[in-house]
């Protein structure tokens, strides 16, 4: 079953405007990552942010995190007809064994109209 | 290019035939995932390999399902008398050992049953 949920579902925006994705998740996690997917391709890590963390960037990227809320959100700034692909959140839950699975949300579809 | 391969990319069978596909993880990576996606949703969790000890699977993999890493390097996943529920994508992921989190996916494998 999926840990977290992304909303919206799909997000269509003008290239150069600033595309803001959220996510929530259910129990307590080590960290929260993003990946990106390009049709019927495999996931790519974009940014990763631990659970004593609040905000991180890279580049065009900017995470946060609140963990009161368990939810996270991923802004894409100056967006490029590139970027269009399904973003997903996924969680590495805080456990006893070594494996720190993904456990991934249902992602977001991102389309950036030239 | 991540740099994990997986093969075939695409596969089309038959109901009823056994299926198996092959991932190639990051040469120094010890950690190995296998991931099941099906359309519109995210990768979900299948089995994990610390070296070649299969340390934890998913009570998604039923006992159809069965996955090995002899040598602790590629791993292969088998699905016996396969039914139209087992199409999706599979995916491989792959990563260093230590305090490293970010996981490293192939292009994935495509599996139709018809």
């Known amino acids: 079953s999926q840990q977290g949920e992304e909303d919206p579902q799909a997000l269509s925006i003008q290239e150069g405007e600033n595309a803001t994705m959220n996510c929530s998740y259910k129990?307590?996690?080590?960290?929260l990552q993003w990946y990106r997917q390009n049709s019927g391709r495999g996931l790519v890590h974009l940014i990763l942010?631990?659970?004593?963390?609040r905000e991180k960037h890279s580049g065009r990227l900017r995470v946060t995190l609140d963990t009161s809320k368990k939810s996270s959100s991923l802004l894409i700034t100056a967006s490029r007809a590139a970027d269009t692909a399904s973003y997903f959140c996924?969680?590495?839950?805080?456990?006893?064994?070594?494996?720190?699975?993904?456990?991934f949300g249902s992602g977001t579809q991102l389309t950036v109209l030239p | 290019d991540t740099g994990v391969s997986q093969d075939p990319r695409h596969k089309i069978t038959k109901r009823g035939q056994n299926v198996t596909f092959r991932c190639d993880p990051i040469?120094?990576?010890?950690?190995l995932y296998w991931y099941r996606q099906t359309l519109g949703q995210g990768p979900e969790f299948l089995t994990y390999?610390?070296?070649?000890?299969?340390?934890?699977k998913s009570r998604l993999l039923s006992n159809r399902f069965s996955a090995e890493r002899p040598k602790g390097s590629f791993s292969t996943l088998e699905i016996q008398r396969t039914e139209q529920g087992d199409s999706a994508m599979y995916l491989c992921?792959?990563?260093?050992?230590?305090?490293?989190?970010?996981?490293?996916f192939g292009p994935g494998t495509r599996l139709t049953v018809l």
């Open positions: 390999f610390q070296n070649e000890a299969q340390l934890e």
């Open positions: 996924a969680t590495a839950i805080i456990s006893s064994g070594s494996a720190r699975q993904l456990t």
């Open positions: 992921a792959s990563r260093a050992g230590g305090g490293s989190n970010e996981q490293f």
């Open positions: 942010i631990r659970s004593n963390e």
């Open positions: 129990t307590s996690i080590n960290n």
């Open positions: 040469s120094e990576h010890n950690r």
